[in-house]
T-cell receptor, first 115, second 117 residues
Framework: GENVEQHPSTLSVQEGDSAVIKCTYS??????FPWYKQELGKGPQLIID?????GEKKDQRIAVTLNKTAKHFSLHITETQPEDSAVYFCAAFIPGYSSASKIIFGSGTRLSIRP | NAGVTQTPKFQVLKTGQSMTLQCAQD?????MYWYRQDPGMGLRLIYYSASEGTTDKGEVPNGYNVSRLNKREFSLRLESAAPSQTSVYFC????????????????FGPGTRLTVL
C-alpha cells in the first residue's frame, strides 16, 4: 500500500548548524508534498510545501528538495534556532477522484536544538 | 479570529462509553477533517467533509461517526469507546471544497487527548 517513510525519528543539532530530514514515498502518482511543524501541545502547522513540477523551494531558512525519480524529498533548515525545536512531519498527496485521493503522513521527526 | 477550535482538550473514558468531540472553524472554510495521531504513526484521516452536508470516510473510519452540523462545525462521535481509540484527535479545515482532492493548506486545531481505560 501507499506509505511515506521519514528519517530520522529524532535529531539533535547544535544551534546555528543545519538540520536535514528525509522522506521517501511509494506511490509515483504523488504530486504534492507538504511539511508540517508541530510544537508541544499544538496542532501541526504547514511550514513549506512543494509540487511535483518543482525540484526545490526555499523560504528564508527552510528549503525543500524533491527527487521524483528516486521518490524522495527532504527538508533543510539552516542556521537553526531554539524555536526550531519541534516535531516535523512530511506528507505526500496522492491524487484521485473524491475519496480516492489521499494524503499520507510520515511518522515524524523530533528535532532538538542544543544551545 | 480563533481559527480552528476543539473541545474538550482532554478526556478520559471507560470502555463502552460514548462521547462527541467538537470542532469549529471561523475561517469560512468549505472542507473539514478529523485525524488521529498515534506515537510513531503520524496522522491518519478518520473522516472528512468536503462541503456542508457531505461526509466521507478516510483511512481509519471504523468505530467513529461524524456530523457536519453547518459550515462552521464538524463533530466526531465515538459510540462505544475502546482502548484502541486512545489517541490525540485533530480537527482541520481547508478553504476549497472537494476534500483531500484539493491540495489546499490545512489548518489544524490544538487537539483533544483521549484516553480510554
Amino acid at each position: 500500500g501507499e506509505n511515506v517513510e521519514q528519517h530520522p525519528s529524532t535529531l539533535s543539532v547544535q544551534e546555528g548548524d543545519s538540520a536535514v530530514i528525509k522522506c521517501t514515498y511509494s506511490d509515483s502518482a504523488s504530486n504534492y508534498f507538504p511539511w508540517y511543524k508541530q510544537e508541544l501541545g499544538k496542532g501541526p502547522q504547514l511550514i513549506i510545501d512543494i509540487r511535483s513540477n518543482v525540484g526545490e523551494k526555499k523560504d528564508q531558512r527552510i528549503a525543500v528538495t524533491l527527487n521524483k525519480t528516486a521518490k524522495h524529498f527532504s527538508l533543510h533548515i539552516t542556521e537553526t534556532q531554539p524555536e526550531d525545536s519541534a516535531v516535523y512531519f512530511c506528507a505526500a498527496f496522492i491524487p484521485g477522484y473524491s475519496s480516492a485521493s489521499k494524503i499520507i503522513f510520515g511518522s515524524g521527526t523530533r528535532l532538538s536544538i542544543r544551545p | 479570529n480563533a481559527g480552528v477550535t476543539q473541545t474538550p482538550k482532554f478526556q478520559v473514558l471507560k470502555t463502552g462509553q460514548s462521547m462527541t468531540l467538537q470542532c469549529a472553524q471561523d475561517m469560512n472554510h468549505n472542507s473539514m477533517y478529523w485525524y488521529r495521531q498515534d506515537p510513531g504513526m503520524g496522522l491518519r484521516l478518520i473522516y472528512y467533509s468536503a462541503s456542508e452536508g457531505t461526509t466521507d470516510k478516510g483511512e481509519v473510519p471504523n468505530g467513529y461517526n461524524v456530523s457536519r452540523l453547518n459550515k462552521r462545525e464538524f463533530s466526531l462521535r465515538l459510540e462505544s469507546a475502546a482502548p484502541s481509540q486512545t489517541s490525540v484527535y485533530f480537527c482541520a479545515s481547508s478553504e476549497g471544497s472537494g476534500g483531500v482532492f484539493r491540495t489546499d493548506t490545512q489548518y489544524f486545531g490544538p487537539g483533544t487527548r483521549l484516553t480510554v481505560l
